[in-house]
């Protein structure tokens, strides 16, 4: 499985765009990349996954250059209810269920 | 309605008891997962289960039986509590195939 690296934290102020970088250099060709929030007492949940290039839903956008490398989400104009924990995982879809192996994920601090 | 449900959601109990949490998706899916989540937050996968049967058990004590009566529910028993057992435990389900998990809110489990 992929190794994946993440700032441990970030801040930011509420309204702006939050750009969270995770390095996989050791992607494998059949790995996708998914992200996962965690707020504080609560499970992981869902935001986002792609191969290459970019994906946009309605909650962020997650750019993914061609060299696959590396990963960037995207938060638009965040809110106090964004301060989260983020986890980039990478992991074969294919092969079916498999579980997530977790990092330590980054921790996003929205500050009003 | 609640997709994946836990409970108890916090559980007290001294070293050397037996307790279980339980756990119940009505998604239909049909992989279900045990993750624990320790006091530095990471979140690391425990069993997991495909129809009834075990496809995943990573390094867990013996002390830590997971049993599923039905695709529905994963319950998980530990025998001779520890210390080191107090965590968060995360249940997830996943269907064939598809992006992403969905987790339950967790069980804060405390061994004094």
């Known amino acids: 499985l992929a190794k994946t690296t993440q700032p441990i934290s970030m801040d930011s102020y509420e309204g702006q765009e939050v750009n969270i970088t995770c390095s996989h250099n050791n992607i494998a060709t059949n790995d996708y990349i998914t992200w996962y929030q965690q707020f504080p007492s609560q499970g992981p949940r869902f935001i986002i996954q792609?191969?290459?290039t970019k994906v946009t839903n309605e909650v962020a956008s997650l750019f993914i250059p061609a060299d696959r490398k590396s990963s960037t989400l995207s938060l638009p104009r965040v809110s106090l209810s964004d301060t989260a924990v983020y986890y980039c995982?990478?992991?074969?879809?294919?092969?079916?269920?498999?579980?997530?192996?977790f990092g330590k994920g980054t921790r996003l601090s929205v500050i009003a | 309605d609640t997709a994946v449900s836990q409970t108890p959601k916090y559980l007290v109990t001294q070293m050397g008891n037996d307790k279980s949490i339980k756990c119940e998706q009505n998604?239909?899916?049909?992989?279900m997962y045990w993750y624990k989540q320790d006091s530095k937050k990471f979140l690391k996968i425990m069993f997991s289960y495909n129809n009834k049967e075990l496809i995943i058990n990573e390094t867990v004590p013996n002390r830590f039986s997971p049993k599923s009566p039905d695709k529905a529910h994963l319950n998980l028993h530990i025998n001779s509590l520890e210390l080191g057992d107090s965590a968060v435990y995360f249940c997830a389900s996943e269907d064939r195939g598809a992006v992403e998990q969905y987790f339950g809110p967790g069980t804060r489990l405390t061994v004094t």
């Open positions: 998604l239909g899916h049909d992989t």
């Open positions: 792609g191969y290459k």
């Open positions: 995982l990478v992991g074969d879809k294919s092969r079916g269920n498999t579980p997530l192996v």
